[in-house]
DNA sequence: AGCGAAAAGGTGTATGTCCACGTATTTTCT
DNA sequence: AGAAAATACGTGGACATACACCTTTTCGCT
């Protein structure tokens, strides 16, 4: 028994219904997908996901950052990136160091190992980013990421903790 | 104890180096996230989340799909789609019904109450999207949203299944 | 008819994400 | 100094995501 409240007999794509395809929300959602899957491929023999990469990566770039600056670096949520440290503190990649003057703060550390992983699959994101620029076009990639960055830091009105 | 295997001294986004913000996975990552929490927020009343909103809108755009189609059409796993449907049939949004000529199939169908809570979200979903767009402006807004579904429908070389 | 390949779908596990809530520590105010 | 407020962070639960593996059913071929 399929509802329908609305006429779908003419296309929903008419004045006034706004199909899914109009939703920016589930186009970046599922551009994230594809474009994950692809990148996580491409990171699996050295073990890292993506985004374990990008932490390692942030965590190179700038280390010693506290859990709340690493987090805002990256545009994660506080919480998320406490859970997302975990396999990589097992792992031996990252290591916690209680601050020196605030006692409440978690100072994040690349270990050596943390960053021979991070090195490693360094390689293949390379080969990867080389290939989704090839797809959809170096100038259009460059022009996306940008666009892309700029909507992340962008402040909606989220009420971040 | 800081890692050091390359000359952190110089700036990352140095030729060579690829900073963080170069990978366009992570900026698409950063910027769901954001884009995410803004529109799950305005939704929180309806009890919907956007990921769960999308499934329903698809279905009523079109009803009756196998799982595999469904799938397709939000380009989602096919095994995540199947999480996903969990809480929808248990609150009874959702109901799965067997192929009439394949026994295998399951043929999504949207019930009353998953319309009703549809049509709900839809008002909120409309101010998130209208907020959203006076945000980044309306013609960025479509120019991402176009380029966004352009790119979640690349084919990547991912292989599916 | 029967057998092996292919297709449709579910389950289990691990990670990713965020909210609500709790704890420890520091800061501020009186 | 001491209480209250603010800050930094962790935990638990629910959903989101995808891979590896499994079962059921259908198809293709002899």
Known sequence: MQARSEKASRKS???G???L????????????????QFYDEALSS?????????ILTRVFER?????NELADLLVMDRTTLTHNLRPLQQQGFLELAVGDEDRRQRRVMLT????????????LW????????????????RA???ALLAVAHTDLGVSRD
């Not at 280390?63 to 859990?67: F, K, N, R």
């Not at 050596?112 to 390689?123: N, Q």
């Open 17 to 19: 219904v706004a199909p």
């Open 112 to 123: 050596p190992a943390g960053d021979e992983a991070r090195l490693a699959a360094r390689e």
């Open 126 to 141: 390379k080969v990867a980013q080389e290939r989704f620029d090839a797809k959809v076009g170096a100038d259009h990639a």
């Open 63 to 67: 280390g010693g950052l506290t859990m």
């Open 21 to 36: 395809s109009d939703c920016t929300c589930f186009a970046i959602r599922a551009a994230m997908r594809n474009v994950t």
């Open 46 to 54: 050295s073990g890292l996901r993506i985004t374990q990469y990008s």
């Open 144 to 146: 996306l990421r940008s």
């Open 13 to 15: 794509s008419a004045a």
